[in-house]
């Protein structure tokens, strides 16, 4: 019934703008539900177990038989996946319909997914692993061998149920995100450096951006000084990312980390080659407008009267800063530390040119000293989108772990961003009780 009123009072109002703001609203929500959405159907078709068909039919007069994993298909013809007895990616074929004789689902079919991304379809009725894989060795191709152990899943694939299907799918998603490329597809290593690349990145540039903030609104004023500070951190803002790669690059990487090496007299290049401390003071370059500009913003929404009262009170003003002005804005700190992420966490252009890398051999961080390696290049999912959707061998399962990679790189924004919006919450409440 609240609810009822409070409509109706804004329908007397005609509040065109808010209307307007609530459409524009209700709209964005429902483009991400759009993303959300396409990014899962497509991502599923990685993960989920494909039926296996067996296919008759003739080429060149002969009658042929394959046992294969309908990929794509028309009116015309129909692109199908056999068994990869050698390496991933080898067993599509095209088959026109013209020349098709018959298409069935046996019952009995079996397939295996190896940790390198491999599936392999032969028909038998065993109950046990052991006894699948003896009855495959029967049907297998001479010089083929392969580990019983290094299997993902072994399945009867045409009798899945529902449950069955989405365990299985559930499974190999899990494996995606836990594992390395050298394991198929795996992405976990991607992650890491993704992950630390942003918290490594926040740390930089937060300290300088309040700094930053803090000169400009609280002792620069409006001197000139100041207002050219300001037009260059709008046109910063306004800056194409590859820039600030190429700038890295020349500072960063050549300059500094070329430097190092030469001071350091390393034989190999280890600062000069690129690596997470320059991607990440690059990507804070990148962010430091936005922390600017939403922490000045915010210093200018805490009221003079706290200012005044704690100088009455014989604090000085570094003191008033720290104790009082900086605790207020503590939510609107927050929030430009959420927009840095959020326009941090996508970029790729830049770290390909500072220290992304396609394949890298270790994690930014682990178990040996120092722990977290500023110097290592690393893996990014922004990066891995780009190389699973345009540079994989195998493109109908390359392209939709690209989505997968895609969806991941979303949810690791999100949960960032998430976890900021909550910490900015709990001290909004406490800064309307210091205010009241």
């Known amino acids: 019934m609240g609810l009822v009123l409070r409509l109706r009072r804004v329908t007397r109002r005609r509040d065109h703008g808010l209307w307007l703001a609530a459409g524009a609203v209700g709209l964005s929500l429902l483009a991400l539900l759009v993303i959300v959405c396409v990014l899962l159907r497509q991502a599923a078709l990685a993960f989920l177990p494909a039926p ?47 020349d098709l004789v018959s298409l069935t689902w046996p019952a009995d079919v079996m397939t295996w997914r190896l940790r390198d991304g491999r599936e392999l379809h032969w028909r038998s009725a065993a109950t046990s692993v052991h006894e699948a894989y003896a009855a495959l060795l029967t049907q297998a191709p001479a010089g083929f061998s392969a580990d019983p152990a290094g299997q993902v899943d072994i399945v009867a694939v045409n009798q899945l149920s529902t449950a069955g299907v989405v365990r299985i799918a559930l499974q190999r998603a899990w494996l995606f995100v836990c594992s390395g490329p050298q394991a198929g597809a795996g992405v976990f290593p991607a992650l890491v450096g993704t992950v630390v690349l942003v918290l490594l990145m926040s740390v930089l540039v937060m300290p300088l951006g309040v700094l930053l903030a803090l000169w400009l609104h609280e002792y620069a004023g409006g001197r000139r000084s100041a207002r050219i500070l300001r037009a260059a951190m709008a046109n910063l803002a306004g800056v194409p990312a590859v820039i600030y790669g190429l700038f890295g690059l020349v500072l960063f990487v050549d300059g500094i980390g070329g430097g190092l090496d030469a001071l350091l007299a390393h034989k190999t290049p280890q600062w ?58 503590r939510p609107a ?49 922004g990066q891995s989108v780009y190389d699973l959707a345009l540079t994989g061998s195998d493109a109908p399962r390359d392209t939709a772990q690209a989505y997968a990679a895609a969806l991941l790189l979303l949810v690791v924004v999100v949960g960032l961003n998430a976890a900021a919006i909550s910490v900015r919450n709990r001290l909004r409440e406490r800064t309307r009780e210091l205010s009241t």
């Open 333 to 381: 700190l927050l929030t430009a530390l959420i927009l840095a992420i959020a326009r941090a966490a996508g970029e790729v252009a830049p770290l390909m040119l500072v220290g992304a890398v396609k394949y890298a051999p270790a994690l930014p961080v682990d178990a040996e000293f120092p722990y977290l390696h500023l110097s290592r290049q690393f893996m990014h999912l």
């Open 272 to 329: 000069g080659g690129g690596g997470l401390l320059w991607s990440a003071l690059t990507l804070a370059l990148l962010t430091l407008p936005v922390v600017v500009v939403a922490t000045e913003e915010g210093l200018g929404r805490v009221p003079d009267g706290l200012r005044q009262a704690a100088l009455a009170l014989g604090a000085t003003r570094a003191e008033t800063l720290w104790h009082v002005v900086l605790p207020v804005a």
């Open 52 to 98: 296996v068909a067996e296919l008759r039919w003739h080429s060149n007069g002969i009658e042929q038989v394959l046992l294969a994993a309908v990929v794509e298909q028309d009116a015309r013809e129909l692109i199908v996946r056999a068994s990869e007895w050698q390496r991933r990616g080898t067993g599509y074929q095209r088959i026109r319909r013209g």
